[in-house]
């Protein structure tokens, strides 16, 4: 037998969700059996029929791949070979016309309503006669055509979806209409019942596939087929498509119609796919991508489910997302740009800026999940300003991460051209040589290149920026314009304009109320006189503590609010025959290590003291107050403080660098899953793998005594172990990076070796 089915749509609406699944299955099955897809448009309704929504319906089937092998054929262009049908059964018997009114129908329905009957035509006007029927026409009534169904009829068929379907004719709701009303002898427009049957009949149509609301009518169309004297053609009656309450999907769900789905981003070959399971399970039952073509090689009704299949949207994003990611670059290109002109608005030559964009295309091909996500997700490659996130600026405030970003400034002024691999370079060399941390400046550069803290690869967006010039001016945007700490904190006294000149030191400032620090009562150690630059002594204070001498020391420019510092009182210290200045002290409180202030904070400071030259490390001294921490000590004023910046003993580094390497810890982890997230993925999902196989091991083991379903298992265990170490430990790429990042970490802890 040459199968023929065929898709009948109506055009009252754009193309549903649910007709595009009934065309899918028509497809398949006709694809599978060698036989012919017919495409019929049933626009018998005149007055909700529509050309653009029958336009719709044929650019929505294109679109999906669903070529028809004959049609369209209009139904509304085959009036009359449905009115000679009619007149046929009329004439044969089969068929009268009713003149029943709208109110006497009415009447019927309320009086059958009350009895608690099943609605029905009650047949009134089957058997009139030639005298009541004239009468009906000189009142001026209209007649309607009804097909005769006999009520004590039993319709069977054999569904291919349901198996063995039986009917009673008295519940089919009494004799069936089949042409409008009309007068004077006129038939009326013919009716979806009639109109099928007979393009069916027409068409040779050897096996009708539609939903399993129509499984009400095929009853009725069983009849006709009989009546015409026709074969009657196989039938199968697919699930209904339910929203998440098990319900039928209505417009009222939302997005239903293929267009609307098109416009979201969705992919053809995914929507058509996902669709394809929608009541459909193929013997794989783990298969679940596969083309057309291979789907209609396995297609058959025997694993169509009778039960309704629930939408799921999670389903089809995944799905959609598989196609999207082995997507070639070239073709994922094509379809990205329309949404970057059209939704994105973006400005770009789709001829001259192919390659680069291209290169965008690649890059976030692996994340999309529909088309009409690139919009957004590559508007930092195309806008020439960064909107920042609250996360990004906060990042952009951290400390060194000016001194980060002019870095990688300074280092791209040497590369005209950047490329993944030398931007890698670039980052290593500066966590090497500046002693910066290499996730501070990764974090730093995706802060001030895109405006947030999570997107596509760094690297490469670093890169695909700087081929159009906007990297290097995003850095620059972000050192100057946000306010940012100012890079590399003076650590050493500017040289004075005058170095030969004497002066008088003083801090103007508010005047503060000052507080007293309590005395601590503690040896201070004596500290060795050295020679600096620019000096200034301090007057003792009156609650100094005897015997203790500290050699007068460089100051740098420290802007102290509400501290007066008092004149110097210089004092004969001699070291290597120069003469400098001495400060005797109060007893100092143990204090921190000298306390950096940025440039932007200074205030000019003049000194007063010798200018010597020395050899020897200079040592930087803070004078600042010190608030007492009691109110009952608080009347004997303030005291002035020295902190002194002596180098930390080498088991102090280690602790201070470990403490630093644990606080940004949980960014280097983030850091490191983003750029690893793939192999990550897989390293769990074999993981998860496995424990799942030693937990069903164990369930059988306890079920069955299976000897060599152990050994099986450990064996497969064994295999995957091995793949992983071969695949993460053993590859020279990775092995060489892992080491890297280890001897990273070594010199962070314990110093680079000089």
């Known amino acids: 037998m040459n199968v023929r089915v065929r898709l009948a749509p109506s055009p009252t609406g754009n193309l549903h969700i649910g007709t595009a699944r009934t065309a899918v299955f028509n497809w398949l099955f006709a694809r599978n059996q060698g036989g012919k897809f017919i495409l019929r448009v049933e626009d018998t309704d005149v007055e909700r029929s529509k050309s653009e929504y029958t336009d719709n319906i044929l650019e929505g089937l294109t679109w999906l791949g669903m070529n028809w092998d004959e049609g369209p054929s209009f139904q509304s262009q085959r009036l009359e070979i449905y009115r000679q049908a009619v007149q046929t059964l009329l004439d044969n018997g089969l068929a009268y016309r009713c003149y029943t009114t709208s109110e006497e129908l009415d009447e019927m329905r309320e009086a059958q309503k009350a009895n608690k009957q099943a609605p029905r035509y009650d047949n009134r006007h089957r058997n009139l006669t030639s005298k009541e029927r004239a009468a009906f026409e000189g009142e001026g009534r209209q007649a309607v055509i009804r097909f005769i169904i006999d009520d004590d009829r039993t319709i069977s068929w054999n569904d291919m979806v349901r198996d063995t379907v039986t009917w009673k004719g008295s519940d089919l709701g009494g004799d069936m209409v089949i042409a409008r009303a009309s007068s004077g002898g006129v038939i009326g427009q013919p009716l979806y019942n009639l109109a099928v049957v007979v393009d069916d009949i027409d068409m040779g149509i050897t096996h009708v596939i539609r939903g399993e609301d129509h499984i009400g009518n095929t009853p009725k169309q069983i009849l006709l087929y009989e009546a015409l004297g026709a074969t009657i053609p196989e039938f199968a009656h697919t699930p209904l498509i339910l929203n998440s309450q098990g319900q039928k999907l209505s417009k009222r769900d939302g997005v239903t119609s293929i267009s609307d789905f098109k416009d979201m981003g969705y992919l053809p070959e995914a929507l058509v796919n996902y669709m394809t399971l929608l009541g459909w399970t193929p013997p794989d039952s783990t298969q679940e991508i596969f083309t057309l073509s291979e789907a209609a090689e396995l297609f058959t009704f025997y694993r169509v489910n009778k039960a309704g299949a629930k939408f799921d949207w999670d389903k089809l994003n995944w799905l959609n997302s598989q196609y999207l990611h082995k997507m070639p670059v070239p073709q994922l290109t094509d379809l990205l740009i329309p949404y970057w002109w059209q939704k994105g608005g973006y400005e770009f030559d789709s001829e001259a800026d192919r390659p680069w964009l291209e290169q965008i295309a690649a890059l976030i091909g692996p994340s999309l999940v529909r088309l009409t ?14 909107e920042y996130e609250e996360e990004a600026l906060a990042q952009l405030q951290q400390p060194g991460a ?13 590369h005209s051209s950047l490329t993944s691999a030398e931007a890698q370079k670039i ?17 730093s550069l995706r802060a001030a290149l895109t405006g947030a803290m999570h997107g596509p690869d760094l690297i490469e967006s670093w890169v695909i920026l700087h081929q159009r010039g906007t990297a290097k001016t995003r850095l620059l945007d972000a050192i100057s314009n946000l306010n940012l700490p100012a890079v590399g904190v003076a650590a050493e006294t500017p040289t004075p304009e005058q170095p030969n000149a004497e002066t008088v030191a003083e801090t103007s400032a508010k005047e503060q109320p000052a507080v007293q620090t309590p005395t601590v ?20 204070s009156a609650t100094e503590t005897p015997g203790t001498e500290v050699s007068a020391v460089e100051r740098s420019p420290v802007e102290t609010p509400g501290i007066e510092v008092s004149a110097v009182e ?79 003993s080498q088991t102090q580094q280690i602790k201070e660098q470990i403490i630093s390497i644990l606080s940004e810890f949980p960014a280097y982890i983030g850091s490191f899953y983003e750029q690893y997230k793939s192999p990550l993925t897989v390293i769990g999902v074999i993981i998860a793998s496995i424990v799942s196989l030693k937990v069903l091991l164990g369930v059988i083991d306890e079920l069955n005594d299976i000897p060599l379903l152990a050994p099986t298992f450990e064996l497969i265990g064994i295999g995957y172990t091995g793949w992983f170490i071969y695949r993460y430990l053993l590859r020279s790429s990775n092995r060489q990076q892992l080491g890297q990042e280890i001897q990273a970490l070594k010199e962070q802890v314990f110093g680079k070796k000089s």
Do not use: H, W, Y
Request: charge should be negative; hydrophobic fraction near 40%; aromatic fraction near 2%.
């Open 373 to 386: 996500d690139a919009v957004d997700m590559c508007k930092l490659f195309f806008s020439t300003t960064v």
């Open 402 to 414: 000016a001194q980060a970003l002019q870095a990688v400034v300074e280092a791209m002024e040497t």
């Open 427 to 443: 980052t290593k060399k500066l966590s090497k040589e500046k002693n910066l941390n290499k996730g501070l400046i990764m974090r």
């Open 521 to 540: 009562e503690t040896a201070a150690p004596e500290v060795t006189a050295v020679e600096i630059s620019p000096v200034e002594t301090v007057e003792r």
């Open 570 to 648: 210089r004092s004969p210290v001699e070291t290597i025959g120069t003469e400098v200045s001495a400060v005797d002290i109060s007893a100092v409180e143990t204090a921190a290590a000298a306390v950096e202030i940025p440039a932007a904070n200074q205030q000019k400071t003049i000194a007063s003291g010798e200018m010597t030259s020395s050899n020897e490390p200079e040592t930087t001294v803070i004078i600042t107050e010190i608030p007492a921490g009691n109110e009952a000590d608080s009347s004997s004023g303030t005291t002035k403080v020295i902190i002194t910046d002596e180098p930390p």
